[in-house]
Every structure is written in structure tokens, then in C-alpha cells.
């Protein structure tokens, strides 16, 4: 079985070929420390501007508003940890949803603990918060709303303008977590009033280990690595200039044609969606139908248990998850799942394809063709089934 | 991840399926912890003469079933009784150290199972003095609720 | 002028072509996330547990108490927040000295403004803290001590085994930040009882944007970056695979031949040293004579200013630095020659040349050659100097 | 970093060294903060005839002081005293913000060897009536003492 089909697209992508030639010349030749001020770093310092550019570029912020990270985790620590503790005095209420990354949920308990208020906003069987729920939420304490731009597993998408609105009218700070947004959804920070925002290489065909944070200028934040003066004093430690300069042309080509790239995604996205509601029986679609990331496909196939069907996928050469990557260390069901309503024995039945930019109709043709057989033969097994 | 022997059992499971009208049933685990093991056992003068099962769950609680349905056929159900999830799991090649609840579930439900066929005919057997099908053999990481 | 000498060594190194290659497939082809269960994966995540055993061994620790990190800064910052926060009912007092790296300095700064007490050793004029001072400075309150293991500026290197030892007596934890010394040093953190070691790979011919943090087994240490279930659920975020394999690959390699690389670098660094010795008047050697990093030159050049003597350097193609590469940023003395008691005038002249593995002899040849003319020529346009 | 011609006047400073009696000198500038700036004139009926500067400190400063003292040669007193370190900059082609300072070190030494110049000479220029040789130049990130 040689065939190898990559339909995990969410949890990582591989880094694109002229990404990797963008970075190649800064490991071994251009690899001057970038605060040096003469020749040898100065390449490197130069490369970074450049991509600042590009990621401020990606999502229609100032240059100057991006400051670079260790990835979306680092990203998401320090936009709420960083808010959190410059803002204590004014209050310590945060607003956030139960559907976010680990990122953002581990962040906010880790603050319960130190003695911030964290008020989990509930989902809709669809995954989106409800607007009314929020307002209700925020009191005078409340110093940052940080609620994801896209969901990686189910893929539904937040009104975000709206929330951004909401906050601004609040003079709350909004954060979102758009990792899984950027290269997929149209972002521009200062039409949704959007205050802060996470991004992460690893996920647009760029090197993992990097991400950025988005800080809208005046915003007052404490640094979360301390140290050196680098990243205009915000973020120390040596940049990682080749990382960071995959990531400038990654998210360069993420948006470049957005549009073509969206329109092109969600045309196998459908196909698939499409072919398995056709081909098989006790299936339900995750997620929101329409406010949906063009490439997530997300569902919960009755009466099995999502390892074996992965388990089955992997042994035809096709790669899919069953929930999070992050969170296949655990055996529960994902929390995403279950905010959404789904009862555990459902939960446990969910599979995730994500399509990406070397996903083809060949691909997706051969999932249905073999999908209904390994469903198929599972439920045979399972005492749940009974036809 | 997972060793050929679990892989073989999991792609060619032994023994899957139901008994009309079997000597015994026993069933474990719990749709909402993602697994349910069930044992169908057809016994003949205390003989296991068949043995089929149905599982929900993970490749490695179907590997178990297959291997351990295989295992205690043809056997006597003294012998199957001392059937022992460690044994399971070598007989296997191992699990990854996440998965050995699963080999647990497989002992389980061949123990519930007998007992089903102990009660239906009077008898008694000193291996199930103190086993609870219903016990909660979740050992592992699982916390929901 | 095409001559390109580099002797930033201790500012960052290139990539050794090897360690290029170790991480090369990782990029493009091998780019599964590690966390996935499957196929697609699988290859990082034996990479990265291939990579763990090398930085081990390359610190003689156990492999699973190293954690990967986005770089030196984020260890250090970790290591010291992390025992503070998870440790600040047993007490609140933490002892460093006033040469550390800013990564830790900064981090200490922070934790003050939070309401921790920091006790910063002064050093003698060698840069080495004293036994004593650091004995008195213990009290019942004291839940830290972090030393640097080698100095990046000065190059001299602690008296670890004996700081470690009066930790253990006293049952504080001891962090030191070996960025420096990792390659140049032996180490072995049971000999000297460290329990928290931070290193770097980008020191060490590895990339830049990764590091390592040694965390003694048993030892309770409050999570940094919140989030996913990587590292043992100890430090969240995607793992920068190709990172980590070539800090690996890069550990091995530096650590393969260490009595070797040290004795030929040391034989350039004393070279270098006894020739500006003999060739240039009004110079002193800043750090400890024999304590001290095998690659590390640092003089006082008096009567002139740092910077003009490294643009003199560049444009005959020399790299070097005035001082730590962060602190550029900045046009004060370096916080590290202060410490070591040179007052601010002489501080101001200070040239660090770092020795490393692609040095030669023509190089310091060629150095020795062109210095004395530079510091002649700047000392006649010098205010200060009479002659 | 550098433009080409501060570059230029780094490497081939010009009226570098001392004049022997000059008619007025100044100096500005602290060791403490690595920049010294001293100039020397030589004035005849209103002209500097002469001018020579020594500088410690860092390649702007090298910089500043050589193209400054190009552009006060030949000069009247008036004239020079209406140099400004803006000039200064743009005759460099410009200079790295935190690089400003070490341009208005040079209109200050300038000053100041003026002002040394007119009390010798009982001369007064309403240009020096606020400048204060020994005031602090710095307005950028030192902040030691
Ligand atoms: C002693 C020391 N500690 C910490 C660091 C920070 O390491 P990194 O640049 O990888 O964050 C450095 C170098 O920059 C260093 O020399
Ligand atoms: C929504 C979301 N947020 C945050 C992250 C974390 O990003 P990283 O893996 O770069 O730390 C991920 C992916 O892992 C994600 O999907
Ligand atoms: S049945 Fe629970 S993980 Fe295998
Ligand atoms: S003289 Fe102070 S930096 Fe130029």
C-alpha cells in the first residue's frame, strides 16, 4: 500500500517548496545574529523586516504591530497573559469560549488559579458563540475577550466583527486565536476591530516553531519572555530568521489569491461532504454547514470508535484525526465535540479530513470510494450496530 | 505504533459476530468512554466449543477481542478463567502503555461472559468470587463527568 | 575588501553543514505533526526523541528531563518563573548575580515587580560571584538560585560544582543557564548538581529559535506555555521538528570531541590574546585569565569607543562585538564590564572576539596584523590620549 | 547601517589633530557616556581659518565632527554659529536615529570653541546667549547614574 493521501491539513502542513528556498540561505551562510549591527546579521535583519511586511501584509495590520514568536501556542500565552497582568488593576474578568485550542483554555485556567475570573462562553450546536450570551457576560471587570477566529476541529467560523464591535463599544481588549484563519478566511484586523491576534507558520505551508503575535499599536502588554531587546524590545531571544522568513513567505502566498485558493478548497470540501452523506448511513456533519473553514471536513460516523477508523484510514495510506492532534495524548473525547452537544458514544465516532492546497480529485475520489467499506466493516463489529 | 501481531488482529479479526441463542454473555465497558466489549460463548461439558464477540472501540480493545476469543477456545472454562490481561498483551507483542486497559476490557468480558453462563446454569467458580462485571475498569487517564 | 573573518562566535554560529542536512527532510517531506497517531508523524516524533537522547547525553542527564523550548531566553525564563511561581508559598527570595544573560536578569526584574525578592551577587573583578557572599545571602525565604555557568560576554566560567553543592545543603533549587558553556564546558549535571539547566542550539552550530531546558526528574516546575499535551504536557506548541533534530544533531557533534575542539580553540584564543598583549599598550583583558571560555578574547581598549573599533574591524571584514549582541540596541556600557567594577570610560572600549570552529590561525594572523593599526589610528583622533 | 559618506568621513576623517595656541577651543561631551568632542580654531579678523577636532566616541561622532568642521572652515564666526546639527546630518546623507545626538555633539563643540573664542576676546554673539557649554547634550536611551 504505497498510496499516501495527506488529509490533516489542520494539524500541520508541509513547508512549500520555494518557502524552503526563501529560508535556506540564513542557516548555513547568512547566519549572523540579526542585532549585530555590521555586515555579518545584517542580511538577517533585513530578511526579518521583509517579513514582518508580509505577515502585517496577511492580515492588514501596521508592520509594526507584529512581533514574532515560538508558534501560535507562545502567541496565544502571551497575548492573554500579557493583557491579564497589565491589566489587573482594572480588572481580572475574562471572557473566552469552551470551544478554543488548548492554547487559550489552559492559558485562562493557569489565570484561574492565579486569581482571575474566566467566564467560558457556551456554543450552539454549531460551534458559534451566541452574541446575546457575551453581552450578558461582560461586567466592569472584564479586561479582554479572546475568542478564536476559526475552530481546528470543526472548522466553524465566529461572527468576529460583531465581537470585535462589541468589545471596542466595551473598551475591552479582543483577542483572537487565528491560527487556523489565516490563508483560509479573508482577515483584516482593523475592519474587525480586532485588538490582538495569534498566527502560527506551521499551518499556511511554513516552518513550525514560529507564529506572531498581532498587538494593535498603544496597546499596553506585559512582555512574556523576558530578556534581550529584540522584537523592538517585546519578545527577547535571538530571532529565528529563517523560521521567521518562511513564515513571511508563507503567509505571502496564503493570501496572495486568497479567493482562487478559498474557492478552490471548498469545491473538494463539498465533494467530500457531499459523497459521504451519499454513501453512508448514520453520519452527521460537525460543525457549522456554511460558516465553515473551506478545507475542514468533520464527522461523527455512528457506532464506531474513531481510532479504529483512523487506524483503518492510516493502513490505506490516508492520514486523518480523529479531533485536535494536540490532544491525541488523551483518550476522551474532545472538548469541541462535546461543547457541541454530542454525547460521549457520538463523540467518540468522529473523524476529521482536512483538505490543503496538494489535495486533489483523485484524493477525494478514493476516500469515498474506500471510506464506506472501512465503515462498513467496523460497524459490523460493533455491538452497538444492529441492521 | 502498534506491533504486526495487534495490526493482523485488527485487519483480520478472529472470531467477530454473535451466537444465536449462546451459553453465555457477558459485556463491559461503556459506549460514552468510547468502548464496549461483548463475548458470546457456546459451551459444551464445560468446553468452549465456539466463541464470537463484538466490539466498539480502539484498534487495540478489537486486537484483544480477536486474540483473546482465540486464545480460549476450544479450552475449558477453568482454563479461560485464567485467561489474564497480561497475557493478552503478550500474546499481542505488547501495547503502547496508553492501550493496556484495553487488554483489561478483553479479560473482562470473557470473565462477565462465563459468569453469565455460571448463573444460568448454578454453577460456581472461585476465580469470579470477587469479580464485578459492572466494576469500573477504567485505570486510565479518562476523566470526564 | 572580501576578507569576511568572523569572530562573533558566542553572538550566534552557522550551521554546520551536517546539521543542515540532519534537519533538511523535515521541512518538506517528514512534516507530519507529531502528535498524530499515524504514518504522517511518526518519522518527527522518532527524530525528536533521537534528538532528546542527544542533548541529554551531551549534559549527562536522564533523556526525559529535557524539554525543548523556542530558544535560551525561553528556558531561562521558564526555569525562573516557573520554580517561582510553583514554589512562592515555600518562599519568595531568589539569588542571581549581576553578569547574567538579560534573559535572566529581566526575568528576575519582572518577578520583583510581582513581589519576589531577588538578591543580585556583585562579582569580584575576575566576574565570578563569591562562595561567601552567596552563602550569606541564603535565608529561610530562598526558593532559587541562578548562576550563569560561563559568561557570553567575559567568558568566565563559575565555580558551579560548589554552588550546586550549597543549593543541595540548603535544599534550594539551582538553575544555571549553560547557553554559553554547552560545547565548550564539559558538563554533567549529577556531578554538579544542577537542577534546572538552560541551552541553546544556536551557540552550538544549530538553529536559531530552539533551545532546551534540563529539569531534574521530581522536580515541580509551573508550565510556561500553556496548551497542547507536547513535551510530556510540560511545554504546549507544535514542535519545531526540523529545529529540534538539528539541536540534536548539532549537541552531538559538540560535544563528540569536546577536549579536542577545546584545546584548539583555546590555542587560538591565547594567541590572540598574548598578541594584542605584546603589540598594543593601554589594553587589559576583561573576565578571569584561566576561568575563562575557550573561545572568548575580551579587551579594554582605553582611551577609544567600542563601536568606532568595531566599524574599524568591519570594514576590513572583521565581525566582532562590543559587548552582548542584545544589548546593541542600546548605547549604554554593558551592564557585565560595569559589574566586573571598569569604570564607565573604559568600559566604553571594549572589543569582544569569539573564537569558533572555522577560525584559523590566518585569521588571528590577520587580526593581529590589522588591530593595532585601527586602535593607533583612533587612539590619534582620541581627545583622551596623549602621547 | 552608515550612509557612504559618513562611511567616507569615518575612514578619511578630515582636519583631524590639534592647533598649537588656538584662539578658542571647546569640548563637550563625557567620557562616562563614550563620546568626548573637542575643537580647535584658529580665527583671524572674523574668519576661522582653521579648525581641528579630536573625537572619542563612535563612527557618527568620527563622522560628525570631521564633516562638520569641513563645512565651518573658511567660515565667519556668524556663519558657523549657524550651523546646526540638521545640517550636520544632511550633509552625512543622514544618520541612524539613535545616531542624532552624536551630530548635535558636533554643532555643541562648535559652540563652545566659539564661546572660549569671544571670552578671550570680550566678543559677545547673540547666538551664545542660552548655550550653556556644560549642559547635558543627551536626549537619548542612556540612563546611567
Ligand atoms: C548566556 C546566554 N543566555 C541566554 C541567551 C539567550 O539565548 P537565545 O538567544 O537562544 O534566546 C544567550 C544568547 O543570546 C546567552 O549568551
Ligand atoms: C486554533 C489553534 N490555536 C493554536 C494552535 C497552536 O499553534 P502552535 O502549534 O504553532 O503552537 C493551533 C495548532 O496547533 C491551533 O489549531
Ligand atoms: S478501548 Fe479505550 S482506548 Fe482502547
Ligand atoms: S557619540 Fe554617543 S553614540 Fe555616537
Redesign the interface.
Known sequence: MNK?I?L?YA???????EV?QA?KPY???A???P????????EGKQAIDTARKQVAKAIGSKTDEIFF??????A??WAIKGIAYANKNKGKHIITSNIE????L??C??LEKEGFKVTYLEVDEYGQIRIEDLKKAITDETILITIMFANNEVGTIQHIKEIGEIAREHKIYFHTDAVQALGNVKIDVNELNIDLLSV?A?KVYG????GALYVRKGIKL?????????ER?RR????????IVGFGKAAEMATENLEEHVSKIKKLRDKLIDGINERIKYVRLNGHPTDRLPGNVNFVFE??????L??SL??I?V?G?SG??????????SHVL?ALGL???IA?GSLRLTIGDFTTEEDIDYVLENLPKIVDRLR?????YEE | M?TEKV?DH??N?RN?GEIDNASGVG?VGN????????IYLDVKDGIIEDVKF??????S??ASSSVATEMIKGKTLEEALKLTNRQVVSALDGLPA?KIHCSVLAEQAIKSAILDYAQKNGLQFDELKDFNPDEDHHD?????E
Open positions: 499516501r495527506y490533516d494539524a500541520t502542513t508541509p513547508v512549500k517548496e524552503f529560508m542557516f548555513t551562510e547566519f549572523g545574529n542585532s549585530s549591527v555590521y555586515s555579518y546579521g545584517r514568536t515560538g508558534g501560535g501556542s507562545e496565544d500565552n485550542h488548548h492554547a487559550v489552559h492559558t485556567e493557569y502560527s506551521h516552518p513550525k516553531g514560529v506585559f512582555s512574556f519572555i523576558h530578556g534581550g531587546a529584540q524590545r527577547a531571544g535571538t530571532e529565528n530568521v529563517a523560521g457506532f464506531i470508535e474513531g481510532e479504529s483512523l487506524l492510516d493502513l495510506g492520514a484525526s485536535s492532534a494536540c490532544t491525541s495524548g488523551s483518550l476522551d473525547p462535546m454525547p460521549h458514544e467518540h459490523m463489529m460493533s455491538p452497538l | 502498534y495490526m485488527f485487519m479479526p467477530v459485556q459506549a460514552k468512554c468510547g468502548d464496549i466489549m461483548k463484538k466490539t466498539f472501540g480502539c484498534g480493545a478489537i496508553p486510565h487517564g479518562h476523566d470526564h
